[in-house]
């Protein structure tokens, strides 16, 4: 019995996902999470493992179309000439199964991608002579801009796409035709650093359309409060050493603050909520999946996310921040490693900020940036109640959050629930 | 029961034993041939229809005998004795009834609906009397070639009613052509009886209002039949014009095989079973003493086993091959393309040129000639025919009665007797009358009979003349739904000539649209080859390169899509225009081409839009051309409606390039 592969559902605001190359080719053998494909989402680019065990009898998707979450990806264990005849009624065309290895794209085949572009919500005002040049010339049409009517790409748009960029383009159907698995990242990379070539990466791209979208959607606040870190960093500065040495790597501010900020959305559930105003719900998370931003060597930025954050202690969640970055950094990861976050911290500090607006990862209600923390001189108040001047380990604590739901008291109480986690809890009980 | 006696005078006293026999010999292979069939009807054996003319033998017979061999007869379903005694033999019959591919309809039609015009009989159809136009045209064109070849058109009684039959008995009788129209009469016309169907007393009474002598005969009187039959031929065949001539008589069985006839009173029926032809026949013969109720029974029986083996025999025949038959509607081009072998040129208008074409065609070819209202001496409403009938007179160029029916089928006649008719319509809105002629007769000829007719039908088009909806209209769409018709619509002055010759080469019926407006449109004076020269029918034409937008129009829309274009230019984009020049056959590889180029379409039409030729080229492109859309296809036409008279209503109604600039703009 034949078994589908499915577009997966790639976070809470995807609705759809590119096929960036097939790693698997009609005949082959896959076994369980066989790795099969790589995607790419507004989320995030992926690979996708096999759910079956079997033999690839059908590919149901070109490289680089774009298909909505749900639709057909690969048959395993089917009969592709059956499933031909399913097609053939369908829409007339007979589909050649798609191979990895193809300069040239037969028009039968971009016909039949086309047909599948149909269903696609997305692409419904794409006519049918743009869906067609871009499946033989394998572009992705997010890339190329509109100037018909409400944007729509025009075949005119697309040849001036296809002239301006036929050097990547004609690149990119070569590395499409490469039997070598690439990191995707790498992808990105390598087309980072062609920046002035004019192209836009497809990460940066979908950094820059979830940054302006979140700020469409969400009324951005930010408060910050200065935190004094002074008792935190005693215990830090004990315990460093052994702990980089039991642990293979640094302990930083970071996990003390999250941990205090896994407290705080513990007390304040509104700030680890999502919020839907079109649909009017309004969702009050039960666990922290708690977005750690991180930077790729400047290249973009992913926010990664632990999940079930508030089972962890000190040591746990310093373990799994340590985990998820050098995972993200390595492009190895999954779907789960970077959806479903909760609520979200931006390490700002560790590039030496003061204080920060970050903008919030949708759908999250808040962000917090953490601000480098430095000996400065604060005026403290003695036991006998008098005040003088000490040098203290200080930072500053800056939220955006979603003015829309929740206001400026609830900001500040979580907040300074922070502040005050971090400056009175027992560090040291905590590290021994 | 005593049978009524007749016997032999006149012409049929001159006949041989032999040629009795003949003649009684066919008269019994119709009766048994027809009770067989509606035997084999009744038992579920035959698909379609039986039309018994049992009882009306000796009429049948009768008039092919008094007819000469080359005569050609145009007559009805119920006519197979006519058949049978002109030539036509068991065999063809038997293989048109069940289908079959060598049946001489080729399956196409059924039963007793068909002809085999190389023996004398024309095409049978159900709408009647159609034939009798076709009868009327052959008539002319062996008027015109002096061939001494007389048509009849025969008819029931009924088909007397129509205006197709007075048109064409007023045709003939105002030309004094060679044809003999007789009138079975044989009491019903299905089951209407004579009181309901004439005021007149008698059918014949009629010819008297065309200037025609009739006669009324006893049908049922084998050699009263031929003897009158005989003597109209030859009144005709002198020059001496038509007769009309009822026979009456009296049909056994009812309209059909399914038809129990109870209509018939008992009276009646006895009165006419007492003058049953064929028993009339053989007490006339046995008198004579030239054959016993021996010979009769023997031939009888001779009949009845030939007439069975025939039929099993056809039922074992091929049938036609879908693949082969099912689109076999244009009959092939063998003569050669016409070439100007002149280097000459004259600079002229568009009516120029067609006038030029005729010209030519009627000096270069003694078999086209012209038909039409008032193109005579009066030279034509548009004066498309200046200077043709003083040049080659009323023989070439004929003005008709008021009667589009009777001239187009007489076209088809004349078509099929050799010539090359070019008919005019006035206005090519009067095409309705002649629609019948056109898609009954013409575009059925080859396909069901194997005869190809050439003929051009030609006349001017469209709106824009403050001419009001009954001389405006633009028929292409409607007449290209009727298969078998090609349609060219000119748009300038050279492809006009050009077309106008290719049209009258054609083995087919081919209608020639002439935009009015575009007679003497002054811009679209060019330079026109002399001399015969054609353009390809088929084939449009580029008028204007182009690569952001196609425009597909034709005739009168052609200036209108260059001023859009035009003015498109300003806004930097590119239209590429075709010129269909052909709607049937169209054009498709011009069409699917130029949009594989520009990626966008849009119809340009005058023609009102629904179930149109813009909607067939939508739907060609729909289908053939779809991954190259880059916008939804366009149809620029007027509103469904009629076209109005008052000048702001008409203006509104024709599209223009305003419209066309802004749809395309629209788009952007």
New interface residues.
């Given amino acids: 019995m034949s078994q589908i592969v499915t577009m997966p559902q790639l976070g809470e605001t995807v609705t759809e996902g590119t096929v960036l190359r097939w790693l698997v080719k009609v005949g082959d053998e896959v076994k369980e999470d066989d790795p099969i494909l790589e995607i790419s989402t507004d989320k995030v680019d992926t690979e996708v493992p096999s759910p079956f065990a079997g033999k690839v009898t059908n590919l149901l998707v070109e490289e680089g179309e774009t298909v909505e979450v749900g639709v057909g990806l690969l048959e395993l264990n089917g009969n592709a000439e059956k499933e031909e005849n399913k097609n053939n009624e369908q829409s007339n065309i007979i589909p050649e199964p798609a191979q990895t290895e193809k300069v040239t794209v037969a028009s039968d085949e971009s016909q039949k991608k086309d047909i599948d572009a149909i269903k696609n919500n997305q692409n419904k005002n794409l006519s049918p002579i743009v869906r067609r040049l871009a499946g033989e010339n394998n572009i992705d049409l997010t890339l190329v801009n509109g100037s018909g009517k409400h944007g729509r790409i025009t075949r005119k748009d697309l040849e001036i796409y296809i002239s301006q960029n036929k050097t990547d383009i004609e690149k990119n159907v070569t590395q499409n035709t490469n039997v070598e698995d690439k990191e995707v990242l790498h992808k990105s990379e390598s087309r980072a650093s062609k920046i002035d070539s004019g192209e836009i990466t497809r990460l940066r791209k979908r950094i820059a359309q979830n940054m302006v979208l979140s700020k469409q959607i969400s009324a951005h606040v930010m408060t910050s409060v200065e935190v004094d870190y002074e008792s935190l960093e005693i215990s830090r500065s004990k315990f460093k050493s052994k702990f980089k040495e039991d642990n293979g790597f640094s302990l930083t501010y970071l996990p003390f603050i999250s941990l205090a900020t896994i407290s705080a959305l513990k007390e304040f559930p509104t700030v680890n909520s999502s919020f839907d105003l079109e649909a009017g719900t309004h969702t009050l998370h039960k666990h922290v999946n708690l977005g750690i931003a991180v930077d790729l060597n400047q290249e973009g930025l992913l926010v990664g996310t632990i999940k079930d954050a508030d089972s962890y202690n000190l040591k746990g969640i310093a373990k799994k921040i340590s985990e998820t970055s050098t995972l993200l950094r390595s492009g190895k990861f999954g779907l789960e490693n970077v959806s479903g976050s909760t609520f979200t911290i931006s390490n700002n500090g560790s590039f030496n900020s003061f204080i920060t607006s970050p903008i919030i990862n949708q759908p999250n209600v808040a962000i917090l940036s953490t601000e480098s923390v430095k000996k400065r001189a604060v005026v403290i108040t003695n036991s006998d109640g008098s005040d003088s001047i000490a040098i203290r380990h200080t930072g500053v604590l800056s939220l955006t959050w979603d003015h829309r739901v929740f206001d400026g008291s609830i900001a500040l109480l979580f907040l300074n629930f922070i502040k005050d986690k971090l400056e009175f809890t027992d560090w040291t009980q905590e590290l021994s | 029961m005593e049978i009524e006696k007749i016997t032999r005078s006149g012409y049929s006293s001159n006949l041989s034993k032999e040629q009795l026999w003949d003649i009684y010999k066919s008269m019994k292979t119709q009766r048994q041939l027809e009770e067989r069939l509606l035997k084999l009807y009744k038992g579920g054996q035959l698909s379609g229809a039986v039309y018994p003319g049992i009882g009306q033998e000796a009429s049948m017979a009768g008039i092919a005998a008094g007819m000469s061999e080359k005569d050609i007869f145009g007559g009805t379903h119920r006519d197979l004795g006519v058949q049978i005694k002109k030539g036509v033999t068991l065999k063809e019959i038997a293989l048109n009834f069940f289908g079959k591919h060598d049946g001489p309809s080729k399956g196409r039609d059924g039963n007793s609906h068909f002809g085999v015009v190389d023996k004398g009989t024309l095409m049978v159809v159900s709408p009647l009397p159609d034939s009798a136009p076709v009868a009327v045209g052959w008539a002319l064109a062996s008027k015109l070639d002096n061939s001494g070849i007389v048509a009849v058109a025969n008819c029931g009684e009924g088909a007397t009613a129509t205006g197709t039959w007075h048109e064409s008995i007023n045709m003939a009788g105002v030309s004094n052509l060679p044809i003999v129209f007789t009138v079975q009469n044989n009491q019903f016309a299905y089951s209407s009886p004579n009181e309901t169907e004439f005021g007149t007393p008698n059918v014949a009474d009629r010819g008297l209002g065309y200037g025609i002598p009739s006669k009324i005969i006893d049908g049922n009187d084998i050699y009263e039949v031929m003897n009158t039959i005989h003597e109209a031929c030859e009144h005709a065949r002198n020059g001496n014009g038509p007769t009309l001539v009822e026979l009456v008589t009296f049909r056994h069985y009812g309209h059909a095989g399914h038809d129990p006839a109870e209509y018939v009173t008992k009276e009646v029926r006895d009165f006419w079973m007492k003058r049953d032809p064929i028993s009339r026949f053989e007490h006339s013969l046995m008198d004579e003493s030239l054959f016993t109720q021996e010979d009769f029974t023997k031939l009888t029986e001779e009949l009845e086993n030939e007439i069975k083996e025939t039929l099993e025999w056809a039922k074992t025949q091929n049938d036609p091959k879908p693949e082969n038959e099912i689109l076999d509607i244009f009959a092939k081009r063998n003569t050669e393309v016409k070439q100007s072998d002149s280097s000459e040129t004259k600079t002229m208008n568009l009516i120029e040129a067609i006038t030029n074409g005729l010209d030519e065609l009627l000096e270069n070819d003694k078999d086209v000639f012209m038909m039409g209202e008032d193109i005579g001496e009066f030279e034509g409403a548009f004066k498309a025919t200046k200077g043709l009938f003083a040049k080659y007179g009323p023989d070439r160029i004929l003005d008709t009665a008021i009667s589009e029916g009777a001239f187009t089928g007489a076209a088809v006649g004349a078509a099929l007797a050799g010539k090359k008719p070019i008919i005019e319509l006035q206005f090519y809105d009067f095409v309705y009358p002649a629609l019948d002629q056109i898609t009954t007769e013409a575009a059925k000829y080859y396909w069901k009979a194997g005869k190809s007719v050439p003929m051009v039908v030609r006349g001017p088009t469209g709106a824009g003349t403050r001419s009001g909806p009954f001389h405006s209209i633009s028929p292409e769409s409607m007449l290209a739904h009727h298969p078998g018709i090609k349609i060219v619509a000119p748009s300038n002055p050279y492809d006009a000539k050009g077309l106008l010759i290719a049209a009258t080469y054609d083995p087919n019926p081919v209608m020639y649209l002439e935009h009015k407006k575009l007679y003497r449109k002054p811009d679209l004076k060019m330079d026109v080859p002399l001399g015969l020269y054609e353009v390809e029918i088929g084939k449009g034409a580029v008028v204007k390169e182009g690569t952001?937008f196609t425009i597909v129009t034709w005739s009168g829309m052609v200036s209108v899509a260059q001023e859009a274009a035009h003015a498109l230019e300003a806004d930097n984009i590119s239209v590429e225009i075709i010129d269909l020049r052909t709607i049937v056959p169209l054009d498709e590889e011009i069409i699917l081409k130029s949009v594989e180029k520009t990626?966008n379409l849009c119809i340009l039409q005058e023609d009102v839009p629904f179930s149109s030729v813009a909607s067939e080229v939508s739907s060609l492109v729909a289908e053939k051309g779809?991954?190259?859309?880059?916008?939804p296809i366009l149809k620029i036409t007027p509103p469904n409606t009629h076209i109005p008279f008052a000048p702001i209503l008409e203006d509104a109604f024709i599209p223009n390039a305003d419209k066309v600039v802004s749809a395309i703009k629209g788009?952007?």
Wanted: proline letters at 0%.
């Fill in positions: 952001d990626s779809f991954w190259n859309l880059d916008n788009l952007q």
